[in-house]
């Protein structure tokens, strides 16, 4: 049998049903025995002559139409055609119950391929949908078996197509809805198990099935009064937590589990599905669902077990799925599950990378004294928040603050775990208080101790806000830009060094004037290079948008550093970012000399006295009084325990900012322990007062020994 060319378009006037030229795969209209009351005559189209005038009626089961004498539209034996002899005239009797049987057109699947050209994958709908919005009955030529596959072919081609479209959870789920929704069924129900398993993760709770999503066609009252659904669908999804059914613990041994644990489709009139629709859908579940095959219950099996159910519905006005239907949902619920299965393994992954790449950037940046800090961070793409780039704020000793940026080559799970390890050991190396070249030059040996190919570039720079001096050493990184208060913006020139993991090469520092209102950028090689423009080319862009951004609040106020991170991203166009980008901005406020009071003390027993008056002196001259007793007392506590074991003159410093802190240097690198002091012991107390009276309090190792620090409220 040779099967017709199939066109999608609507028929043409004057073209039979049967013409190739405007052939339009549908289903028909059930018969009466299906339980579908059926039009007893339908009218016949007029053609190029072989059929009757639309006056004429056709008998159900007739092949060609009869009318008056000499009015009938085609020659032939009547015996041939499958008719009595005697029913000839315009009145003649229905023919025989086999015959009719044998000619009655049998009912195809509601699927119907896509339109070549549309935007959307949703299917055109079925021939008694048709029916119903025309008010009209189609032809009732019977395609051929081998056309009916060919629709259900299309089908679900079309459908598969836009369930594997879907990247997320979300996505393919609803694209199974959408895809099957009017076209295959009315209603579909989308149940997945909660928690879904990821990969071979074994599951260990009970098997609980969640509402994830549900579907219809989305009539007007008339579907409510239908009860197709077990309960009402609203059109949002998210409001699918309201509903009483939506989760369902399945029993071992019940019927429910032993549907999904046959893994074939099933239609819900066989005894087991009936069994198992009260426990799915809840009690009462099963009245709501239409009677015969007009429900199949799919269940959803990934790679390696069962991780849901769809339960595609029909109205009772549309005609049951038929056996071939089970095959349809069966490729339906295996695309959909695999894809399921595939999106939470790469969830997974997206949120591994993303913990990974967030918890080795600072959440939060410190705030030191005398400097105010601001901080961008975007990856290359939203898909994948994995890169190289990191930027750090380290508070120092003597209210000192270290600003490292970083990039390590690459966009990968590797340059992220590299970053963090180069990142960790630039925050113990600023512990140790080392210059700024000697903290490059122990990346670069921790970076070669990775591997040969372990190559990042890093820009490490050290401020002090009481010399109001900034001290920068270079790894092969971009120049930092310096925005001066009038609004001058100049690119540093620090010495550009090799990139960290060459090897053998040394690293110079330089020490800059970094005057109070100015504002460091400090920046990683994504925001000024591109495949649009050269690095020279986008750190002038950089320096020019600086400059303009500083016109627009005046000479005299710097831009918020909020709005000046904010406006240099907006330089970026689009389609002009290739790589991840990394920006740490500083404002410098400094310390007043008014706001400092330093001293050097001979290690001897009269120091701690000589320290407590000029403490006093110093906060009378502040007008700060009502410490001077707090302060006195924890003055002389530290500088006792420094003049004890130090071979040098002890530094003491008195700091006024929105706190008071004092800082107390010796020569002795072992830092001080809290400890719980005896009733015999005669020392151990200095610290103990120091916890419960300073606000915070601290010890860090210099490179040159140790510094002692606590901070006071001021009232």
Known sequence: ????????????????????????????????????????????????????????????????????????????????????????????????????????????????????????????????????????????????????????????????????????????VMGLCRATVPTFSDAILVYLRDPLPVGDERPTGPLVLRLRRSDRIPQQERDLEDGILPVPVPENPTELDALGTELCEVQPGSALAEVLRGVRPVFTDTPAAHAALPELLGEGGEFAVPPGRRAILAPLRGRRRVIGAALFLRRPDRIPFDPDDLLVAAQLATHSALGIDKAVLYGREAYIADELQRTMLPETLPRPTGVRLASRYLPAAETARVGGDWYDAIPLPGSRVALVVGDVMGHSMTSAAIMGQLRTTAQTLAGLDLPPQEVLHHLDEQAQRLGTDRMATCLYAVYDPVSHRITIANAGHPPPVLLHLGGRAEVLRVPPGAPIGVGGVDFEAVELDAPAGATLLLYTDGLVESRLRDVWTGIEQLREKLAATAQLTGPDHPPPLEALCDEVLDMLGPGDRDDDIALLAARFDGIAPSDVAYWYLEPEDAAPGRARRLARRALSRWGMEDLTDSVELLVSEVVTNAVRYATRPVTLRLLRTDVLRCEVGDDVPQLPRLRQARATDEGGRGLYLVNRLARRWGATRLSTGKVVWFELNRN
């Open 1 to 172: 049998m040779t099967e017709h060319p199939t066109s999608f378009e609507r028929p043409q006037p004057g073209v039979g049903p049967t013409d190739p030229r405007g052939a339009r795969p549908h289903s028909l209209a059930p018969s009466p025995a299906q339980g579908v009351e059926a039009p007893s005559a339908l009218p016949v189209q007029a053609g190029s002559g072989d059929t009757a005038p639309e006056t004429a009626p056709v008998s159900q089961g007739s092949n060609s139409a009869t009318g008056k004498a000499g009015k009938t539209g085609r020659t032939g034996n009547n015996k041939d055609m499958g008719m009595n002899p005697a029913a000839t005239g315009p009145e003649h009797s229905q023919p025989a119950a086999a015959e009719q049987d044998t000619h009655r057109p049998r009912p195809v699947s509601d699927g119907v391929p896509v339109q070549p050209g549309g935007g959307d994958d949703r299917l055109e709908s079925s021939a008694s949908s048709e029916e119903r919005r025309t008010g009209q009955a189609l032809s009732p030529g019977r395609p051929t078996p081998m056309r009916r596959d060919g629709d259900r072919l299309r089908f679900v081609g079309a459908a598969t197509r836009r369930i594997a479209r879907g990247i997320d959870l979300d996505e393919i």
